[in-house]
Each structure stands twice: as structure tokens, then as C-alpha cells.
């Protein structure tokens, strides 16, 4: 994460002064911050995959083990990502339309600030779920991870969190236990449930 | 007179009265699911596939999983179009002219437009089906282990070739999908494979919590950086029907939006989102008045609505031919008819006649459904959107979280959603398409398990994928896909289709 992050500051900077008109712009970028970040992704998945693939039997071409193909794949991708980095300063990405339409004369594509409220809270409601669904039971459950989801949204107020859990919870005992028929616990394990 | 037998086993099986009622549901489930701003016909149908598991007739299951995709189809392009909020890239293309439509006060036509040449599209595309499954199934049945690989191959190569967006970076991303793929249990040597020693991963990533983090938890992402994105309901729709001069401009659009569609649905790999780019393309082109494009086109809606249900349909043929699912979709539904006992592969067409003739004949009832079901709704869809953000997004997280969950009964599930929402968020921002990984991941253990298939075959030799001649050709025709994907002019020209509007 820290690779990824090193390559925002500068965006951030940037991200307002994108449409200004190319010639007049001097410190207009010529590269972009998105391919970067994009490459460097790509590479550390790949080595991370190709390095984690050593542990296991290669075999051969006629006979290949479990490690042949990620190993094989894994350096592929870092090929892949150091290409996209080289992009990044040679043909980068322009400026995209919603359609994910590039506009030939935009701007280098910035990856922009990391918005860390949004980011860390949605995954953590998430994650919420996944670590207290069995312990808590799905109402105490459900209720927290709407709340913090809830919380992602700058500006949200008591009732547009309390509301929200409170009516989900419900609800989802209606659609998933007693419409759907799921067998989910109700009370979990860590309340005797 | 085969093809006439078939057809009216088909309608048979799909008239019986529980088949056409959990039809019926699919489609209202799926419409009233696809139509949340945000998620697309992938999460949908992942949210909803539980559902079917306690089915005791497949072919009950996959005709209300059918129904359901149709439907998340439908609800899809009618957010695209309202509120310009387009659940998958698929209906990115409905969302250029439809919304500006939608702002002129023509919502109503756009979406009765976008219904209308779904219909006629699915109703061709039905009939396609029909007339090539036989056919391509005796080819199927010659298909050895390296053609498979190679069709794979294809599929996967053609889809960075018509996609939007840098060629290199789709390349990755499917790269990257493969890789992921390789998670859990190695289906050859039994050895556990990047599982960190967790039983639970050893069956690999789900197909859904990919899915769900990609598009469902990097969308709401995406959606909490631009506040004026969400929430955005556009005026009162005047009048719901086209008028005739609308209609009469639709026609050509969509047929040739259907024919696109059905070709390139056959191709395992992203066929209905290529589909739809592909038909922009080709109506801006042929268009006599291409500066309207970006304006509210009406072509430009029903061109690639057209396509991207014709696609929707004829990617049914890979599955029920080969066993291939063509996209995260079709994965889902083959995952689906696997837990109902069914085994897939050129052979299922033989075995189980009623299953696969009675889904064709569904798609079409089902598509007659969702016109009968939705013009008339509107309106309700409508203040549906009005729901404030803060009550949507939360709900979106809640269920996602238990639908993940419900499918195996496992936390993991869950935990992979925070991984593939955490990596899909941070490459969208640097502009990579989730689709091209999804499709890696979802093709990737096939291409693993063919290619190991194939050398052991051919005795370690890897020239047995050029030697053999239907191998050849395939990948000759991915190599020819891919230079035209990358070669400089080519792309270039194919940019400025797209972006000369503005």
C-alpha cells in the first residue's frame, strides 16, 4: 500500500488544474499517476504470487505441478505491470468519460486522493460481518454493519445511522429467514445462541 | 423437424405452471434488485443464486436464474437511464444517449425503447439458439483438449480487443484474474495452493465475493468520492410511449444490434459488454447525423440495448455446448446447475433435453414477462430511485454481506469480498476495467486444467496447439485480435468514435 499512496500526493495536487488548457500549463503533468499506480499493483501481485509459487513442485511441461502455472503467470503479470509503468510516462491514459471513453486530447489520468473515510469504513462494515456474524447472530450483527457503513458517508447524522440499522435489521430476518428460509443464526455463539 | 420437436418440449417444460411462476418471480426479483443504483446484473444474480439452491428440479432453478439475469438486465439500464448510474459497463453504453434522453423529459421513451428492442433482440436470439445449439454442439463434440484451451484463448483476447480503455492494462487485468484463480486446491496434484493452511480456502475465492467486491463494494466507493453522483433523480416522466417516428428510427438499430449481439455472445468472454460498445461504434458510423450521438440518440439506446440482450441470450451456447460459462454470469449458473447434479458439457443437450430446451424456451417467455412486467411499472421503478443514498448504500453493504455469506455458509466468503473490494477499488481508480479480471478469474481454472490436459496428450509437446488445425485457427484469429487491439491508428480511430462527441 505504501507504493501506491507515495504516487498520490502529487495527484492530489492535480486534481483540479486538469482541465487547464495544455499550453498554457507548464506544470501540466505529461505522466500519469493512474498508470503508475496500476503498474506497481501489478507487480507486487505478481511477485507476490511467483514468490509464493517457489514453495511448491514445478514439475515439467509434460507433467506440470502445482506450482508451474502461477510461477508462470505471476511473471507474466510483473512483465505486464512494469509495462504499464512504462506507459505511464510514454502513451499514458487520458481523462475518461463515465463510458470509460477516453478523450485522445485529456489530460494524463490521475489516480487522485485516497478518500480514507469512505475506504476504511466500508471495509470495515464488511469485515464487521465476517468477524462477529457467527459469534454475535445476525440482528446485533447486521445492526453494526449498517452502522458503520452508514458512517462512510460524510455528513451522516444519528438518525441516518440508527434508522437505517434498525430497519435492515428487521428487515433482513424478514427476506432471509422467514422469507428465503436461510438457516442463519439469530443469537450466535458467543451469546449461547 | 427435430429443431419443431425440441421447440415444443421446450414450451412444455416452460409453460408448466411452477416454471412459469418462478419465471415470473425471477424476473420482478431481479428487475426490482437491478434496478439499485450501483449494483449490475453480476451482483444481482450473485445476491439472488441462493435462492435456487433448495430447488428440487434444475431445470426449475435455471430458468428462475435466467429470469433473474434478464430481469438485473432490464433494472440495470432503467438506473442507467434515469439517474446515469450504470451498475455494470454493459449499460454504461444505454447510459450516454438514454440519460440525456431522460433530461429532455423522453425518459419514458427511452425506457420503453430500451424494452422494446430487448424484447425483439431476445426473441431473435431465442430463436438463434434454437436453430445453432445442435450444430455447434457436433462441433463442440470434436473440440479436443487444446482446442478448448485455445477457445479460451480467443474469447479471453477478443474481449481486450472491442473493450474500452488501454489494451495493456486489460491484458493485466485478466493476467491478474487468472492468477487469483489459482487459489485453493490444485485439481491434479491435490495440493493446497496459496491457501495459508485454511481448509475454508481450499475450495478458492468464490466466484461471488469477486463479483461483490469488484462492482458492489468498489462501486459504492466510487459513488461516496462523488457526492452529486448519487441521488440525482431526474424531473417527472411525461408520457411513457415512443412515438411512431421514434419507433420507425429504432428498427435498423436494433436489428443490427441483435445480429452483433448474438455473434459475439457466442464467445466465451465479456460478449455482452462488447456487444454494446461494439453497437455505439457501428450506429455512429452508419448514422447519417453522428453529432446527435452524446445527445440523445434514440439509436444509441436501442442499438446496444438491443445487442446487449441478444448477447445476454446466445451466451447461454457456450455453456450448454462446451460447458464453458462465457462470463461471471453464466459461471454463477453453472456453479448453480453443478450443486443441482447436472454435468455440463457437449453432451448435457443429449442427456437432459428438457433442461436445455425448456431454459430456451424460457428465455423467450421470459423476455415477454419482463416487457409485460415493466412498461407498466415504471413509474413505481421511479420512486424507487428516490430512495435517499443513506438508506440505499447501507442496505447494499448488509445484503451483499449475507447473500456471500448464505451461499456456503462461510466467513470467508465474506472476508473475500473486503480483499476484491479493496484491490478492485484501488485499480478502478487507476483505471483499470474490473470486468477483463473477472473474466480471468472466472476462465482461468479452465485454461489452467486444458492446458495441462493438452501436454500431457501431446507427450510435453507445446507445438500440439499449433499443430492441430481447428487450435491453429483459433489462436490465429486471437493473434489477429490482438494486434488490432494494440496496433497504434487502429486504436486511435477507435478512440475517436467514441470520444469526437464532445
Excluded at chain 2, 177 to 203: E, H, K, M, Q
Excluded at chain 2, 292 to 299: C, N, Q, R, S
Excluded at chain 2, 350 to 378: K, R, Y
Aim: charged share 10%; aromatic share 8%; net charge neutral.
Amino acid at each position: 500500500m505504501a507504493d501506491i499512496s507515495a504516487g498520490t500526493p502529487a495527484a492530489s495536487s492535480s486534481d483540479g488544474p486538469t482541465n487547464v488548457d495544455p499550453s498554457e500549463g507548464a506544470r501540466q503533468r505529461t505522466w500519469s499517476s493512474a498508470d503508475l499506480a496500476a503498474g506497481i499493483i501489478f507487480v507486487l501481485l505478481g511477485l507476490a504470487f511467483a514468490l509464493g509459487s517457489l514453495q511448491y513442485e514445478m514439475g515439467t511441461l509434460l507433467k506440470m505441478g502445482p506450482g508451474y502455472v502461477p510461477l508462470s503467470v505471476g511473471l507474466v503479470l510483473c512483465a505486464l505491470g512494469v509495462g504499464v509503468i512504462v506507459k505511464a510516462f510514454v502513451g499514458p491514459d487520458r481523462t475518461a468519460d463515465l463510458a470509460g471513453v477516453s478523450d485522445p486530447q485529456g489530460a494524463p489520468r490521475e489516480f487522485g486522493r485516497l478518500q480514507w473515510r469512505p475506504t476504511v469504513l466500508v471495509l470495515a462494515a464488511v469485515l464487521f460481518f465476517a468477524l462477529t456474524f457467527e459469534g454475535l447472530g445476525l440482528f446485533l450483527s447486521v445492526f453494526g454493519t449498517s452502522l458503520l457503513a452508514s458512517y462512510a458517508r460524510p455528513g451522516t447524522t444519528a438518525v441516518q445511522a440508527l434508522a437505517p440499522a434498525a430497519g435492515l435489521t428487521v428487515a433482513s430476518w424478514l427476506i432471509f429467514v422467514l422469507g428465503l428460509q436461510q438457516r442463519l443464526p439469530l443469537l450466535g455463539e458467543w451469546l449461547g445462541g | 423437424m427435430d429443431l419443431f420437436d425440441n421447440l415444443i418440449l421446450g414450451l412444455t417444460t416452460a409453460f408448466q405452471l411452477k416454471n412459469l411462476l418462478f419465471c415470473l418471480l425471477g424476473v420482478a426479483l431481479g428487475t426490482a434488485v437491478g434496478v439499485l443504483p450501483g449494483i449490475g446484473p453480476t451482483a444481482t444474480v450473485a445476491m439472488l443464486l441462493p435462492i435456487t439452491f433448495g430447488f428440487d428440479e434444475p431445470v426449475t432453478a435455471i430458468i428462475m436464474l435466467a429470469g433473474i439475469y434478464y430481469g438485473a438486465q432490464y433494472g440495470g439500464s432503467t438506473t442507467a437511464i434515469l439517474i446515469n448510474l450504470p451498475g455494470e459497463s454493459s449499460s454504461a453504453v444505454t447510459a450516454l444517449d438514454g440519460h440525456q434522453l431522460a433530461r429532455q423529459g423522453k425518459a419514458g421513451t427511452a425506457l420503453a425503447i430500451a424494452a422494446l428492442s430487448s424484447f425483439a433482440a431476445g426473441t431473435v436470439a431465442t430463436v438463434a439458439i434454437a436453430v445453432a445449439a445442435p450444430p455447434l454442439t457436433a462441433v463442440a463434440l470434436k473440440f479436443g483438449q487444446a482446442e478448448l484451451f485455445s477457445v479460451v484463448v480467443l474469447g479471453l483476447i477478443v474481449s481486450i480487443a472491442l473493450a474500452s480503455g488501454s489494451p495493456l492494462k486489460a491484458l493485466a487485468m485478466i493476467v491478474l484474474g487468472i492468477l487469483l484463480s489459482t487459489v485453493g486446491r490444485d485439481g491434479f496434484t491435490n495440493t493446497a495452493r496459496f491457501t495459508f493452511g485454511i481448509p475454508d480456502l481450499d475450495a478458492g475465492f468464490n466466484f461471488v465475493s469477486v463479483a461483490v467486491g469488484l462492482f458492489g463494494v468498489a462501486e459504492i466507493l466510487r459513488n461516496l468520492h462523488d457526492p452529486q453522483h448519487s441521488g440525482r433523480i431526474v424531473g417527472a416522466i411525461k408520457g411513457l410511449w415512443p412515438g411512431r417516428e421514434d419507433l420507425r428510427r429504432s428498427v435498423a438499430p436494433a436489428t443490427r444490434g441483435t445480429v452483433l449481439g448474438s455473434i459475439l455472445g457466442v464467445l466465451p468472454g465479456g460478449g455482452h459488454v462488447l456487444a454494446s460498445f461494439g453497437s455505439y461504434a457501428l450506429e455512429k458510423k452508419v448514422s447519417r447525423n453522428p453529432k446527435e450521438f452524446g445527445h440523445g440518440a434514440i439509436a444509441g439506446v436501442a442499438g446496444p440495448e438491443a445487442a446487449n440482450n441478444a448477447a445476454a441470450q446466445t451466451s447461454f451456447i457456450p455453456l450448454l455446448t462446451l460447458g464453458l460459462p462465457a462470463n461471471g454470469v453464466m459461471a454463477m449458473i453453472a456453479g448453480a446447475l453443478i450443486l443441482q447434479g447436472i454435468a455440463l458439457g457437449p453432451s448435457v443437450i443429449q442427456d437432459e433435453p428438457e433442461l436445455v430446451w425448456g431454459l430456451i424456451a424460457s428465455m423467450w417467455i421470459g423476455n415477454f414477462l419482463l416487457v409485460l412486467l415493466n412498461l407498466p411499472l415504471i413509474g413505481m421503478w421511479v420512486k424507487m430511485l428516490q430512495v435517499p443514498y443513506w438508506v440505499l448504500f447501507p442496505a447494499i453493504v448488509v445484503f451483499a454481506c449475507i447473500g456471500c455469506y448464505s451461499i456456503r455458509g462461510n466467513i470467508y466468503e465474506v472476508l473475500g469480498i473486503v480483499v476484491f473490494g479493496l484491490i478492485g477499488y484501488l485499480l478502478i481508480r487507476a483505471g483499470c476495467e474490473p470486468v477483463p479480471l473477472l473474466l480471468g478469474f472466472v476462465l482461468g481454472p479452465f485454461l489452467e486444467e486444458y492446458l495441462r490436459r493438452a501436454l500431457i496428450i501431446s507427450r510435453g509437446d507445446p507445438m500440439t496447439f499449433l499443430t492441430r488445425p481447428i487450435s491453429a485457427t483459433l489462436l490465429g484469429l486471437a493473434l489477429v485480435a490482438l494486434v488490432i487491439a494494440v496496433l497504434p491508428t487502429i486504436r486511435r480511430k477507435r478512440e475517436v468514435v467514441f470520444a469526437e462527441e464532445e
